[in-house]
């Protein structure tokens, strides 16, 4: 059974960086993407990046040139580095993995920014 583990979030004051990482553990065979969603209180959940296993990314609009997302094929991890953090980026943050298959969510990782 392939789960996915999360880490990472927590309290930063605006302005300041976090790094999530996402672990898929168990067997599977192949990934084709893995990635971040948020959900704010009261908003729909959200694509923030994704990346697939060739390395192609994509990012929302309101992330880029701040978040950085990255995988490390060889230990089915993903990562995202968040740099220049506002209050706005304050939500559950979900990993998301996409396979042959199947499709996986994490049990959601909680930023906080302080303004």
């Known amino acids: 059974q392939v789960q996915l583990v999360e880490s990472g979030g927590g309290l930063v004051q605006a302005g300041g960086s976090l790094r999530l990482s996402c672990a898929a553990s168990?067997?599977?065979?192949?990934?084709?993407?893995m990635g971040w969603y948020r959900q704010a209180p009261g908003k729909q959940r959200e694509l923030v990046a994704t990346?697939?296993?060739?390395?192609?990314?994509n990012y929302a609009d309101s992330v880029k040139g701040r978040f950085t997302i990255s995988r490390d094929n060889a230990k089915n991890t993903v990562y995202l580095q968040m740099n220049s953090l506002t209050p706005e980026d304050t939500a559950d943050y979900y990993c998301?993995?996409?396979?042959?298959?199947?499709?996986?969510w994490g049990q959601g990782t909680l930023v906080t920014v302080s303004s």
């Open positions: 998301n993995l996409k396979a042959p298959l199947l499709e996986l």
């Open positions: 168990g067997s599977i065979f192949s990934i084709n993407a």
């Open positions: 990346i697939t296993r060739g390395g192609s990314t």
